[in-house]
Structures are given as structure tokens and as C-alpha cells.
């Protein structure tokens, strides 16, 4: 089972709250991601990092902010969210010693901005 | 068009009944590809994974690449009402980057 865990499960908040979703791996895996996923659709790349001080914007354009300040830790923040941030948000990580590797994933935190 | 290709179904299939799942792609320059099991409430998590073209065969399961068609499969044998699950196929290997790019998913249902 993979180790790498993300907080809070479920959560419902109000628009122009502040959130931070927590993503965390024991694995010492250098590289993360975030994933948004909703129904029908495919997983978009929203934000990844390839190591401790190192950020980038993914495919999809987010209006959230990510940091990368200890190599276990990959927390992903909102600063004023909006009905259309509701999604399912999924933090994965690899080893990725050659171009790829198996790809781990959290359960997800699922966001309802109302 | 999207790099990616999948059927998002939902497909429903008699318990043992032999299961094909399928993406087509169009990036040629795609090496590695991965089959995700994504069960409801829970993250993705990988169950077929394949370099390059050709077969593999890890129990119940199958997964084949064909490069030259853009165009990878994914077979399940003896199909159990526990597989119930969304499958996912995966990308990635292209441009020297660690991007995995992924279909929309399969949602499929055995029915015992």
C-alpha cells in the first residue's frame, strides 16, 4: 500500500475561504504532483515539483499555489476559493530514477466550495 | 484533440466475462504506458505497467501495446464482480519530461 497521505478527506467551506490541502509521502520520493479530477474527465496536471525548492504550474491553469519546502511535504493552497474550485484534488508521487516510474497516489481530497 | 483517447463507458459485464478496455493516443513519442484501477472514494492505483510495445500478462490481466496504431488494451479474464472499478490509462515518457498524461476512465460494472 502506498504511503503517501493527504488531508482533509472531505471538506465543504464557504467562497473567499483560504484552504490548504496537505499531501505528505514517506517514501522520500523526489518528484509530486497534483491532480484535479472530475467526473468524466481525466486527471489534469495542475501543479508539480521535482524537489525541495522546486515548483511548476501544470497543464491545467489553477489559481492555486503550491510549495515544496521539505521533500515529504507538498501542500497545495487556495487563497480565496470558488464555487468553481469544487473538485476531487489528488496528490501522487515517484521515484522516477529513468523518464517514469509507478505513479502513487493519495485517496484524495475532495473540495465543495459553496 | 486530446492526447489521449478512452471510452468513459460505463461498460456492464456478466461475472467471467472477458473485459477490453482501450486508448488510442497521438503522441508517437509516448514510452511508457500504465493501466490505473480507481476504485469509488479511493485514489488510482496501478495495475498494469508496460514499456515500449508488446505484451503482458500479470494473472487475470493483459495489457498490449501497439505503437505503431497509437492504441493500448487492456484485458481482464474470468472478470469478478470485485473488479467494479473506473481503469485509467496512462502516459508518459515524452519530450524527457516525468508528466504522466491519463484517459478519462472506464467505469466498469460485473454483475454477479
Known amino acids: 500500500e502506498a504511503d503517501i497521505y493527504q488531508t482533509p478527506r472531505y471538506l465543504v467551506i464557504g467562497t473567499g475561504k483560504k484552504i490548504t490541502l496537505e499531501c505528505s509521502q514517506t517514501?522520500?520520493?523526489?518528484?509530486m504532483y497534483w491532480y484535479q479530477q472530475d467526473p468524466g474527465m481525466e486527471l489534469h496536471l495542475i501543479h508539480y515539483?521535482?524537489?525541495?525548492?522546486?515548483?511548476e504550474k501544470g497543464d491545467l491553469s489553477s489559481e492555486s499555489t503550491v510549495s515544496r519546502i521539505r521533500t515529504e511535504h507538498f501542500p497545495l493552497t487556495l487563497e480565496s476559493a470558488r464555487p468553481s474550485h469544487t473538485s476531487q484534488y489528488l496528490c501522487a508521487s515517484t521515484e522516477g530514477v529513468t523518464y517514469t516510474g509507478e505513479l502513487f497516489f493519495g485517496e484524495g481530497s475532495r473540495l465543495t466550495v459553496l | 484533440q486530446k492526447e489521449v483517447e478512452q471510452d468513459p463507458g460505463p461498460l456492464s459485464v456478466p461475472e467471467g466475462a472477458i473485459v477490453s478496455l482501450n486508448c488510442t493516443y497521438s503522441?508517437?513519442?509516448?514510452?511508457?504506458f500504465m493501466w490505473y484501477r480507481q476504485y469509488s472514494r479511493k485514489g488510482p492505483e496501478l495495475l498494469m505497467y508496460?514499456?515500449?510495445?508488446g505484451n503482458k500478462e500479470d494473472g487475470r490481466f493483459t495489457a498490449q501495446v501497439d505503437k505503431s496504431s497509437k492504441y493500448i488494451s487492456l484485458f481482464i479474464r474470468d472478470s469478478q464482480p470485485s473488479d467494479s472499478a473506473t481503469y485509467l490509462c496512462a502516459m508518459s515518457g515524452a519530450s524527457g519530461t516525468y508528466k504522466y498524461i491519463f484517459g478519462t476512465g472506464t467505469r466498469l460494472k460485473v454483475l454477479a
Open positions: 503522441n508517437s513519442a509516448f514510452q511508457y
Open positions: 515539483s521535482y524537489g525541495v525548492n522546486s515548483t
Open positions: 517514501m522520500g520520493h523526489d518528484k
Open positions: 508496460t514499456y515500449s510495445s
